[in-house]
Nanobody
């Protein structure tokens, strides 16, 4: 059974930084595409960053230049560095592992709350 455990969220002032972590209990971590999503109250879940199994990286326009996604394969952990935070970044952030090998595998963490407020 695959488990994803996020950590690193919290309360931060506008302009501040946080680093989110997502540790995965999966044997073949490197074959998955890894995504960070976020969901604010009353809004749909939004994809904010992706790092693929071949290390292709992409970001949503709303976070490009401020957020950085990385992964540590031996540690089976994906990170999201959040910088220059704005109040509109307030949301619950979720880690997702995705693999389409003919059969689709999708695993989700429980999320970690990020609140940006003065």
């Amino acid at each position: 059974q695959v488990q994803l455990v996020e950590s690193g969220g919290g309360l931060v002032q506008p302009g501040g930084s946080l680093r989110l972590s997502c540790a995965a209990s999966v044997s073949t971590f490197s074959v998955y595409d890894m995504n960070w999503y976020r969901q604010a109250p009353g809004k749909e879940r939004e994809l904010v960053a992706t790092i693929t199994s071949t290390d292709t990286i992409s970001y949503s326009d709303s976070v490009k230049g401020r957020f950085t996604i990385t992964r540590d394969i031996p540690k089976k952990t994906v990170y999201l560095q959040l910088s220059s935070l704005k109040p509109e970044d307030t949301a619950r952030y979720f880690c997702n592992l995705h693999l389409d090998s003919g059969h689709v595998y999708d695993y989700w963490g429980q999320g970690t709350q990020v609140t940006v407020s003065s």
